[in-house]
């Protein structure tokens, strides 16, 4: 089945530790997403790839890197996590940006920082 | 700004009930609506996707219907069961990137 795959499902890392999640894609969709939600809130956009071309939130912290080797895989680096970091990450593809299709999400990862 | 509003935030129903499940959105100028179902701890399952072109979707007990003109989208839940408690979402799209933005959804618990 195509889907969307995110490893590690649950990450523990210590304050200040670089830690790195993977995002993966069998439905060769030209753009790849990550959201942030934290707890009982709703899902945050953290930037996007469309193909190889990289766009971030105005808001994104400096701290939330990203790379996309290939049109299957996707990652999102957190150079320094803090205590505020803990959170799900979303991972989420899409055909295209011109917003007639749908996004397609990942089961997420947990992040949790000690 | 895009704003996404769900009410109500939290549901309580015995199985069985027919409920209704509300989000409204100020910028009419949408290409689709999304409803997404989220269980605790896990990612987004996507429900329905309606197209602004398209009145409603239906999927097995599910149908969403979408009001363009008044901003709305309401998703209809026929003969609830225990295994339908779950946290509801609707988004829509929005900017460069088709970045969704979400309702604070509707958590709904069905007892049996």
């Known amino acids: 089945d195509a889907m969307v795959i995110q490893n590690p499902r649950y990450q523990v890392t210590q304050f200040g530790k670089p830690v790195t999640l993977s995002c993966s894609q069998t439905?060769?969709?030209?753009?790849m997403y990550w959201y942030q939600q934290k707890s009982s809130q709703a899902p945050k956009l953290l930037f996007h790839?469309?193909?190889?071309?990289?766009?971030n939130e105005a808001d994104t912290p400096d701290n939330f890197q990203s790379r996309r080797p290939n049109t299957s895989f996707c990652f999102l680096d957190i150079r320094s996590p803090g205590l505020g970091d803990a959170a799900m990450y979303l991972c989420?593809?899409?055909?295209?940006?011109?917003?007639?299709?749908?996004?397609?999400f990942g089961p997420g990862t947990r992040l949790t920082v000690l | 700004k895009q704003e996404v509003t769900q009410i109500p935030a939290a549901l309580s129903v015995p199985e069985g009930e027919n409920l209704v499940l509300n989000c409204s959105f100020t910028?009419?100028?949408?290409?689709?609506l999304q409803w997404f179902r989220q269980d605790p701890g896990k990612g987004l399952t996507s429900l329905l996707l309606?197209?602004?072109?398209?009145r409603e979707q239906t999927s097995g007990r599910l149908n969403a219907s979408l009001d363009k003109s008044s901003g709305r989208s309401t998703l209809y839940i026929a003969a609830s069961q225990p295994g339908d408690s779950a946290t509801y979402l609707c988004?829509?799209?929005?900017?460069?990137?088709?970045?969704?933005?979400f309702g604070g959804g509707t958590r709904l618990m069905v007892k049996p």
């Open positions: 989420a593809t899409s055909r295209e940006t011109s917003g007639s299709f749908g996004q397609f």
């Open positions: 439905l060769n969709h030209n753009v």
């Open positions: 790839y469309y193909d190889k071309d990289f766009n």
């Open positions: 910028d009419s100028a949408i290409y689709n």
């Open positions: 309606i197209q602004s072109s398209q």
């Open positions: 988004a829509v799209p929005s900017g460069a990137g088709n970045m969704l933005t």
